[in-house]
């Protein structure tokens, strides 16, 4: 039928009028207008043709079908395709087609959809979430009880002995014989036994933390209802619960918690369908496999998670006769094929999230340069937005994006929701007043309760009744975040008729069930969900989305690409074993011995180090398998495949591998060496050591698969490889091995191999010679004095038990992967005044009066958003600090940062030799003054601090840098400066404290004596708010340890340890919410104030954040430099102060023709990077950088520089 079409349509174009002339150019032997009407009528004609012959097709048949244009401007032919092998060009250049610009063109795209199913009447399946009473509880360590200590581990290990056993007896009969003598016990010590249990009461008498674990209250006693086609804003502050709520509603919580209440879809309760597929969660952490692409990387969640069904709609299309939109119909035909290498699903989610520009990037990891962290972000979400699911479930998308990203994907994602009728809970991070103002309904959750749900209109109107006004420049988000703390509170207070009292979280959540939207959500929960309203499409009740071949062929795939991206790692082997191969045949070299006992030995030696050497070579397999472990428990958890599909890839495919490595090994020295002739003998060790090769390599996966860490793995590889090795046989004979370790000898696979490799040598014809008068010969007597049995089906003997360890540790490491969990306590431990404080704000308790005192005292210290955060009388005390420092100031002019033209760009015909990243950029930077260094993406801001620090290894520096008027020396320079990194890396198994110490003592100099240097760290901890953090553990990001605010705080603090004079910080507010970038931000605002200097990259921030850039009373500091604004390029545009309400600022822009000017209440650093885009330079034809250059602030900025080298 194809082939029929084709003909027809290419009859049609040979009798057509147009011809080629010799130029190559069409032309027309009559007027162009009848001759191009003409071509669309015929053009017409062959469309009715393909279709009307596509519509004679069965529906079986005709759903893999379509006409799909060829060219994506819209001007190619027109062919009928099967969309099932449609490649990449084909989906990038239909999406092209389909979505141009992925604001303008992406809701008319959706509406085209909703259109082609609401023409036949199909509906799209919605999902309504309802979570009642649910309760959320997990068991903590309190206090230093979490840390990874000696005395720790034994009590923790000693307490799960006594709960495994039910010791109690035995307790009650040691309290009973403590309780006749003379002991330290008290009233209250016995009062503990009761209240607290037993085996605590010991550990107190025996001046022991507490060796239980204690309940805390995630969530308390939540409910509310998630609708369809309404986007869901979940806020809170730090610790409110937010990812255990996602987690809940998505049916991932861990076995470990204990959790009441019941989450229902559609009225269906969790036990009727998969969770898992039915909805979708996306992290918060971003885990994926560096060196796979971001299309790579789509793709395979996509192959994976599987597609829907569009039968039912070609089927009632074909029976009323409707002919869809011919681009759409490629689209759903496509997109509901699933198994696709290449997907245009896939394809459609790159477009939307803006990572098209990326797509053949690598991801990229902490060892590989890749995409940035805002696009690796995008990625993760991408990754699960290329399924199926119906319900998204989105954990703090947005970090490291700028606003205008942010709010591009939660606009694409909002138009899905509604018009597609899909449900989203998505939290975020420091929302923009344009993003917030997306979203239909808010959550806000505070220490476990919800404080809020419904509309986002009525969310003001009910914190006014309850006596809370959120200022006129404050972003409603941010307010929401932090007028349920009990640190900020008290300055939204507006009701001047009452006096203000804290009003706790468990009065909030009273005051909703009574206020009208609180009322109407429980009248709603009361009545129950009509099940039979219900799509059965909605709920997924398989597994998992596609065949279990489709699966294991998908892995397949993935693990001969990775294999492909990792081949240093086998040309490393290869070349190593190639290495040791020229070793053994130099050393054991044939001509130097003869087949005698007296060098039968030596032989024996040399096939030893053969085993040894095979068995070592499979000891990379641990760590690789380690790295990729964490991608595949996300995966895993998230149902893409089973384990099995996983483990075998990852087996088989290794197996031709084997056979060229230890062919290697094998063909160059068996001859070498001088082994016995044979070939078949010869043929019989290379297969030995194949299968023992492969054990190995088995071996040390499944090590990896149950250690699930780099250091546990590390381990106990290498102290099995010890044990196999020393009951080998070789190191100790057989008969040597003491009667009560020979069990070790016959499990070891090395033994095994050991005899198989010696009865395969020794029982050969070189070693057939007889002693006289002996019945032995020389090779069965070699074998005899080292133990080793002398019958020739000890070789198959052997083989086939490697063969079999093989089969069982690659089934145990199956099993392992099938059962285990990631290592790692989602909950180790809190101080124990957070977790008194987090129980008395959920039960609406008062502390104890000293604890209250104790508590308030506090607050009032660390109140985030304090009127003036350097009062004087405040910065006074805090600049008389221990250590004293020198103030310094950093000016540099016309600096210039250039590196060797990319091989890339060399080809696409870039003649320069050098690409230029900083542009001739000049300025200054004074103590006691706070500096933002802001830009786009790409601006060269990082670049800028790196080149000023010192930190750049590579590329050429040109310009001035002076340090207080004297030119910078980077020897020196390193020892008064501090640089925090925006990635918080810390050692993750000290405490705060240790981390402080520890960088002390490598930094601070010698003269420090140790009674000041710890003082001084005292002072430190005080400044950046650690004190009541100095014991808990740093841990792992998204593991375990402090948050990611804390870990901030920390950073800053091991660089002010040092003692520096100048400062720099990259991103220090990047990934935190609101609140948590307050927090921070007083800490940089506190370490301004001790007289240092400080440069902070910053990353849209909120305007409370940007405009702490210029508190500052003192008249003469005000006209300094605050903020530091580049373009892409490397080019500054903007470098002056803000003044009050960033009025300074908005003057200069707006002064400048064709710039619009600030709406009321608009952020002024998001409008700041809107005006100053490169898409507004092109539009008003101007260059931001040359009008700066041209204006009076460069003057003064020029002035500026001069006269601070002068003043220190």
């Known amino acids: 039928m194809a082939r029929e079409i084709h003909k027809i349509a290419s009859l049609r174009r040979e009798s057509s009028l147009w011809r080629r002339g010799d130029d190559g150019v069409y032309f027309s032997r009559s007027s162009t207008g009848a001759s191009s009407s003409r071509f669309r009528d015929e053009e017409d004609d062959e469309e009715a043709l393909r279709w009307a012959a596509l519509e004679r097709l069965p529906t079986r048949d005709r759903v893999r079908r379509g006409i799909l244009l060829q060219a994506a401007e819209g001007n190619g032919e027109k062919v009928e395709v099967d969309v099932g092998r449609m490649g990449a060009r084909e989906s990038r250049a239909l999406i092209a087609r389909l979505i141009r610009a992925a604001d303008d063109d992406h809701a008319l795209f959706l509406l085209k959809l909703k259109d082609r199913m609401d023409r036949v009447g199909i509906d799209y399946p919605t999902i309504e979430v309802r979570f009642e009473k649910l309760e959320v509880e997990a068991e903590v360590h309190v206090g230093n009880r979490g840390l990874p200590t000696l005395l720790n581990s034994i009590i923790n290990t000693v307490q799960l002995l006594l709960r495994t056993f039910n010791l109690k007896a035995l307790i009650n009969r040691i309290l009973e014989d403590l309780g006749r003598y003379d002991n330290p016990f008290t009233l209250c010590d016995y009062k503990m036994v009761y209240e607290q249990g037993k085996l605590q009461a010991i550990g107190n008498a025996l001046h022991i933390s507490p060796t239980r674990k204690q309940p805390m209250t995630v969530l308390h006693d939540v409910s509310g209802i998630i609708k369809p086609r309404r986007m869901t804003l979940l806020l809170g502050p730090p610790g409110s619960g937010k990812t255990t709520l996602l987690l809940a509603l998505a049916g991932k919580l861990e076995d470990n918690l204990k959790v009441s209440g019941k989450v229902t879809y559609n009225g269906h309760g969790m036990d009727e369908f998969v969770p898992q597929r039915t909805a979708a969660y996306i992290s918060q952490h971003d885990l994926h496999i560096g060196e796979m692409t971001v299309r790579e990387t789509l793709a395979f969640s996509a192959r994976c998670q599987g597609v829907g069904s569009r039968y039912e709609l070609s089927r009632r299309e074909k029976a009323e006769n409707i002919k869809p939109d011919q681009d759409i119909d490629v689209y759903m035909k496509a997109s509901a094929i699933g198994g696709q290498e290449s997907s245009v699903v896939t394809e459609y989610i790159l477009k939307i999230l803006g990572l098209d520009i990326c797509a053949d990037t690598v991801v990229g990891n902490d060892m590989l340069r890749g995409v940035s962290g805002g696009q690796r972000k995008r990625v993760t979400t991408g990754e699960m937005l290329v399924g199926p699911a119906r319900a998204l479930f989105m954990d703090e998308i947005s970090t490291g994006l700028d606003s205008s990203t942010t709010y591009q994907i939660v606009n694409s994602i909002g138009q899905t929701i509604r018009i597609l009728g899909g449900t989203a809970v998505i939290s975020l991070l420091q929302p ?111 597994k998992f989305g596609v065949s279990w071949m489709a699966l294991l062929k998908a892995n397949i795939d993935r693990e001969l690409l990775l294999m492909k991206r990792n081949s240093f790692v086998y040309i490393f082997k290869a070349a190593n074993l190639t290495l040791t191969a020229f070793l053994v045949m130099t050393t054991f070299l044939r001509t130097k011995m003869r087949h005698d006992t007296t060098y039968g030995t030596i032989y024996m030696g040399a096939l030893y180090f053969a085993l040894d050497t095979i068995m070592f070579n499979g000891f990379a397999e641990l760590g690789m398998t380690v790295m990729k472990l964490p991608v595949f428990f996300k995966q895993r958890d998230l149902l893409f495949f089973p384990a099995w599909t996983y483990t075998i890839p990852s087996w088989i495919l290794q197996i031709p591998v084997t056979f060229f490595e230890v ?187 000293c604890e209250e005192k104790k508590s308030r005292k506090k607050e009032q210290s660390q109140s985030v958003n304090q009127k003036h955060w350097n009062n004087t009388a405040e910065s006074s005390q805090i600049r008389q600090g221990i250590l004293p420092f020198a103030q310094l ?32 950029v000049s300025g200054s930077f004074r103590p006691g003054v706070l500096t933002a260094l802001m830009g786009v993406s790409g601006a060269g801001k990082t670049t800028l601090m790196d080149v000023l620090a010192g930190r750049k290894t590579g590329g050429y520096i040109e310009g001035d840098i002076t340090i207080s008027g004297y030119p910078k020396k980077q020897e020196t320079f390193a020892r008064i400066s501090g640089y925090c990194e925006q990635n918080d890396i810390h050692s993750p198994h000290v405490t705060v404290y240790e981390s402080l110490v520890f960088s002390a003592w490598m930094r601070l100099p010698s003269e420090v004596d140790s009674e000041t240097r710890k003082m001084f760290i005292e002072e430190v901890m005080e400044l950046v708010e650690l004190t009541s953090l100095r014991g808990a553990l740093v841990g792992l990001p998204g593991v375990n340890g402090l948050s990611t605010e804390q870990r901030k705080r920390l950073t800053v603090a091991v660089e002010l340890v040092a003692n520096p004079s100048i400062i720099f910080m990259d991103e ?56 530091f604004l580049m373009k892409r390029g490397g080019e500054e545009i903007y470098v002056g102060p803000l003044g009050q309400n960033s009025s300074k600022l908005i003057e200069y822009f707006e002064g400048i023709e064709g710039i619009s000017k600030i709406k009321d209440g608009y952020n002024p650093a998001t409008w700041m990077l809107e005006v100053t885009s490169t898409t507004q330079e092109e539009m008003l034809g101007i260059d931001f950088s040359e009008i700066y250059k041209r204006s009076e602030l460069y003057q003064f900025v020029s002035f500026h520089a001069v006269l601070v080298n002068c003043s220190i």
């Not at 609180?518 to 997924?540: C, K, M, T, V």
């Not at 200097?1093 to 006209?1119: G, M």
């Open 889 to 920: 100031s950093l000016s540099f002019n016309d600096i210039k940062y250039s590196v060797d033209m990319p091989e890339a760009m060399t080809a696409q015909g870039v003649t320069e030799e050098r690409l230029l990243l900083l542009k001739g």
């Open 1068 to 1123: 220090p507010t990047s990934g935190l919410d609101a609140r948590a970038a307050a927090i921070v931000m007083r800490t940089v605002r506190k370490t301004v104030d001790t007289g240092r200097t400080v440069v902070c990259t910053i990353h849209q921030p909120s305007i409370d954040i940007f405009e702490a850039f210029d508190e500052v009373d003192n008249s003469l500091l005000s006209i300094w430099i605050k903020l």
């Open 663 to 849: 062919g290697v090994y094998v063909f160059t020295t068996y001859y070498v060496v001088g082994f016995d002739p044979n070939v078949s003998r010869f043929f019989k060790q290379y297969l030995l050591l194949v299968a023992l090769n492969q054990m190995s390599s088995s071996l040390f996966r499944f090590i990896a698969g149950i250690g699930r860490d780099m250091v546990v793995s590390q381990t106990f590889g290498p102290l099995s490889l010890l044990a196999f090795t020393a009951l080998g046989g070789f190191i100790l004979a057989r008969p040597d091995v003491k009667k009560w370790w020979i069990w070790g000898y016959w499990i070891s696979p090395l033994s095994y191999a050991q005899n198989a490799i010696s009865t395969n040598e020794f029982l050969g014809r070189s070693w057939n010679k007889s002693f006289p008068g002996q019945n032995d010969t020389v090779g069965i007597s070699i074998l005899k004095s080292r133990g080793i049995f002398t019958e020739a089906k000890w070789y198959w003997i052997g083989f086939g038990a490697l063969i079999g360890y093989t089969l069982l540790f690659n089934l145990l490491y199956t099993v392992a992967l099938s059962f285990l969990k990631p290592l790692g306590d989602s909950y180790p431990s809190v101080p124990e005044d957070a977790l008194k404080e987090k129980r008395a704000n959920q039960t609406g308790e008062i502390l104890d009066s």
């Open 432 to 542: 923009a007043p344009e993003t917030y103002n997306l979203f239909d309904d808010i959550i806000l959750l505070s220490d476990g309760q919800i404080v809020y749900q419904g509309a986002r209109e009525h969310v003001l109107e009910f914190f006014e009744l309850m006596g809370f006004r959120c200022p006129q420049r404050k972003g409603v988000a941010d307010f929401l975040q932090e007028v349920t703390s009990k640190k900020d509170q008290e300055q939204y207070w507006y009701r001047n008729d009452i006096p203000y009292s804290f009003v706790p979280v468990k009065q909030f959540a009273d005051a909703f069930r009574s206020f009208h939207v609180g009322q109407s959500i429980q009248n709603e929960l009361s009545e129950p969900f009509d099940r039979s309203r219900s799509h059965p499409a909605s709920l997924a009740t398989s």
